[in-house]
């Protein structure tokens, strides 16, 4: 089995312009049509059984579109291989009802994403929604380092996901792109004491321009960094990811799997980690 723990999709209503908007402010192209089928058909081709889909709540008001949304997905689980988690904004006063009724609801985690909501990641917001996350039992995932639309933007900096751990303490906190996209020495340096998982989304793949005439100043964590990454935090905890549709999910399997693991690591970081964490064999 394989599972990727970090996707995205969007209502089928809104996803063309959706698609649309992200790929023009991040400059780079798409691989689906952002769309649950679309995410079907390239699991299908990459050999993908299970997605993980992570949205997020960029209003207040989208939280309970968000996770009604996620239960109907996760109603269909078996039949699709796609599982939601659920969307919460920092600005939700009712964080607390609103975790309790993802966790009474079979939700497994959380997606949270500092830059789209604006908030640094160890606002006190935040804190109280991790620690309630945590009494719920649910994991949660956050965008982590820098993000390619909003160049220089610090409010998943390794330093504050750092504080945030040494003031929570979640058990089940998983970071985005090796923990920190595009400021991998500073994650590797500051977080791997953190009790965190991380996933490979959008690390090893190269970032292709969605125009012929722009010039992608960014690179990809180059294959030992991630080597040496990965064993110092654990491959215990590391967890296969492509951010699709931002990357072919195909090549960016192919690339885990010619980084340099171990077969049984491999077999860690392709499913093992993945269905000990979600607890897929209770769905």
């Known amino acids: ?42 699991m299908n081709a990459a050999g993908i059984d299970c997605a993980v889909l992570l949205p997020v709540a960029t209003r207040p008001a989208q ?24 969307g919460i904004h920092p600005d939700n006063t009712d964080y607390r009802t609103i975790l309790k009724t993802l966790a009474a609801g079979g939700i497994r985690g959380i997606k949270l994403h500092p830059v ?7 606002d006190i917001r935040y804190l109280r929604i991790m620690e309630c996350a945590c009494e719920n039992g649910l994991i949660i995932l956050t965008h982590a380092g820098f993000d390619i639309s909003f160049p220089g933007a610090d409010f998943s ?6 504080s945030a751990c040494r003031q929570v303490r979640p058990d089940k906190l998983v970071l985005a792109h090796m923990g920190g ?15 965190v998982y991380l996933d490979t989304a959008f690390t090893l793949d190269p970032l292709r321009p969605n125009t012929d005439d722009i010039v992608c100043e960014h690179t990809a964590l180059c294959r030992e960094k991630f080597l040496q990454m990965a064993r110092s935090f654990g491959t215990d905890r590391i967890l296969f990811g492509t951010d699709s549709p931002w990357t072919d999910m195909a090549e960016a399997l192919t ?26 064999t209770e769905i």
Request: aromatic share 8%; net charge negative.
């Open 255 to 280: 690339l885990v799997r010619e980084s340099g693991l171990s077969p049984a690591e491999l077999d860690a970081v392709l499913s093992g980690n993945a269905a000990r964490l979600l607890h897929l």
């Open 157 to 162: 900096a390794p330093s504050r996901i750092r």
């Open 181 to 195: 996209w595009g400021c991998w020495e500073e994650a590797a340096e500051s977080l791997a004491d953190c009790d």
């Open 1 to 42: 089995m394989i599972i990727d723990f970090h996707t995205h999709t969007f209502p089928r209503q809104l996803a063309r312009r959706a698609i649309a908007r992200l790929s023009d402010s991040a400059h780079i192209r798409n691989y689906s049509d952002g769309t649950p089928e679309g995410l079907k058909r390239s």
């Open 63 to 86: 939280a309970e579109d968000i996770n009604r949304l996620a239960m109907e997905t996760n109603a269909h689980f078996r039949e699709t291989g796609i599982l939601s988690f659920g």
């Open 116 to 122: 789209f909501q604006e908030t640094y990641f160890d």
